[in-house]
Nanobody, 126 residues
Framework: QVQLVESGGGLVQAGDSLRLSCTASGRTFNNYLSGWFRQAPGKEREFVASISSSGSNTAVADSVKGRFAVSRDNAKNTVYLQMNTLKPEDTAVYYC???????????????????WGQGTQVTVSS
């Protein structure tokens, strides 16, 4: 069992940056594929970014490409989402997820992830 806790959300202005953190506890995190998803009010959850267990592979959604980056520090059991040049449409609850099966396929599919955090709110004002 893995417990995930997100932090770093908040209220910012358009153009600002935020870094979200997702810290895992319970098991060795460096064997888990990790992902970030978000859900805006009235919308379905959508994929944001993913990173392989070693950190050697990353993927980001087209909607955030060039602005967001995902990274991890396995020594700290933590995955990060660096968000730059934030836009009002980035407003959402951001969720961290982890999958004990670390194969690098279908990483944008939320159904493959076994564990989820409680989410952290990001609000971007115009």
């Amino acid at each position: 069992q893995v417990q995930l806790v997100e932090s770093g959300g908040g209220l910012v202005q358009a153009g600002d940056s935020l870094r979200l953190s997702c810290t895992a506890s319970g098991r060795t995190f460096n064997n888990y594929l990790s992902g970030w998803f978000r859900q805006a009010p009235g919308k379905e959850r959508e994929f944001v970014a993913s990173i392989s267990s070693s950190g050697s592979n990353t993927a980001v959604a087209d909607s955030v490409k060039g602005r967001f980056a995902v990274s991890r520090d396995n020594a700290k059991n933590t995955v990060y989402l660096q968000m730059n040049t934030l836009k009002p449409e980035d407003t959402a609850v951001y969720y961290c997820a982890a999958d004990q099966h670390s194969t690098w396929t279908l990483v944008s599919n939320g159904k493959r992830y076994d564990y989820w955090g409680q989410g952290t709110q990001v609000t971007v004002s115009s």
